[in-house]
């Protein structure tokens, strides 16, 4: 307590500094609210006559499966944005350029899932579902485009964040790009196994076990504690010094490397 009295000392009660994201990670939970929100309104109540209404909502299944795929889509989108914003501390003109391509995406999908819905089964079924599905790439090409201006040279990341996680989710959005691309060529075969194929790649993608980011992005390791000057708080401290001892007690680090990191740490730097 006395190491966290003195830190706390040292660099005064400063004004935690502004988060130069704060109004993008608002702006973009907005867009993706109201998008998630505006698919439900592409789902068409059946007329009233004919066949019962059981058999009818029955019968509207592709549109049911359409909308789960774009719901699911946008949910993990959110998740992605929400995990890798963790780790973005500063902005750039770039990054809001980038930013809003991906939400200019976001918000077109509930449109591209009602021209699946309506013409799912026609003659034009496979053109509907390749338009579906190609804004499900594009959003993907946006996503990666995004992540790589960001994370290139750890440009805008924090300092502390761990290199491999950045590794793991540059290769991760690689695949999502690739898997994205087949479930495209599969549209112009089968418009319903194409829709199964984009669910089933958000359900995969939201499995903890699975999900590039089940892990902190954001790490204390030895010789990457908080910067001088960051504005932590000694409660900061205390939770990397925590950190430090059970990295200790699992073996991570012996006492050497234990050491010399608490010391840093303590230094602020």
Same mark, same amino acid.
């Given at each position: 307590m006395r190491a966290i009295d003195a830190y706390r000392g040292r660099r005064g009660d400063s004004v935690e500094p502004r988060n130069e994201t704060a109004r993008?990670? /608002?702006?973009? +939970? @907005? !867009?993706?609210?109201? @998008?998630?929100?505006?698919?439900?309104?592409?789902? +068409?109540?059946? @007329?009233? /006559? /004919?066949?019962?209404?059981?058999? =009818?909502?029955?019968? =509207?299944?592709p549109e049911y499966l359409a909308f789960l795929a774009t719901f699911g889509t946008i949910a993990i989108i959110w998740i992605y944005h929400q995990k890798l914003f963790t780790a973005v501390k500063r902005a750039d003109h770039t990054l809001l350029l980038l930013n809003s391509l991906l939400l200019l995406g976001v918000v077109v999908l509930p449109y591209p899932t009602v021209v699946l819905a309506r013409y799912g089964r026609g003659p034009d079924s496979k053109v509907a579902a390749m338009f579906h599905t190609g804004v499900f790439v594009v959003i993907a090409m946006c996503f990666n485009f995004l992540w790589r201006h960001v994370s290139f040279r750890n440009r805008l990341l924090d300092p502390r964040t761990d290199p491999r996680m950045i590794r793991i989710v540059s290769q991760s959005l690689v695949g999502v790009q690739v898997l994205y691309l087949m479930s495209f060529v599969i549209a112009s075969v089968s418009p319903v196994l194409s829709s199964a194929c984009n669910a089933g790649l958000a359900l995969f993608f939201a499995i903890? =076990?699975?999900?590039?980011? $089940? +892990?902190?992005? !954001?790490?204390?390791?030895?010789?990457?504690?908080?910067? $001088?000057?960051?504005g932590s708080t000694s409660a900061d401290l205390a939770a990397h010094l925590g950190e430090l001892g059970r990295l200790r007690q699992q073996g991570t680090l012996d006492e050497e490397e234990f050491t010399q990191a608490k010391a840093r740490v303590l230094r602020g730097g």
């Open positions: 993008i990670e /608002g702006f973009s +939970d @907005a !867009v993706f609210a109201i @998008a998630i929100t505006a698919l439900v309104l592409g789902l +068409d109540v059946p @007329a009233p /006559g /004919g066949p019962g209404l059981l058999t =009818k909502l029955l019968a =509207k299944w903890p =076990k699975w999900n590039a980011l $089940r +892990d902190p992005f !954001v790490s204390v390791e030895p010789g990457t504690p908080e910067p $001088r000057g960051s």
